[in-house]
């Protein structure tokens, strides 16, 4: 799955995730207990499958968060849906 990131000092920035869920926060253990990301949403494909999520800096509401994603049209690019992730 591909990491995107909104907001904070990697935005619009992209990785690849080599697990089968997406961790909470990002980076997951930073051993000084503040997360620099929060899991805000993912992309589900019709099959089921994660084939994105979308990190963003925990001071973004999640309306700007959304319409940042939106005009990246992250949904578009990985054939996806997106769903918000509860907290």
């Given at each position: 799955?591909?990491a ?12 690849d ?29 019709d ?12 001071d973004?509401?999640?309306e700007v968060v ?8 992250y949904?578009?690019?990985f054939?996806?849906?997106p769903?918000?992730?509860a907290?």
């Amino acid at each position: 799955m591909r990491a995107l990131f909104i907001g904070g000092s990697v935005d619009n920035s992209e990785l690849d995730l080599d697990t089968d869920r997406p961790p909470l926060h990002y980076p997951e253990n930073t051993g000084g207990g503040l997360a620099r990301y929060r899991l805000h949403h993912i992309g589900v494909r019709d099959e089921g499958d994660v084939a994105y999520v979308v990190y963003a800096a925990p001071d973004l509401a999640d309306e700007v968060v959304s319409t940042i994603s939106d005009e990246r049209n992250y949904p578009r690019r990985f054939h996806a849906t997106p769903a918000l992730v509860a907290r």
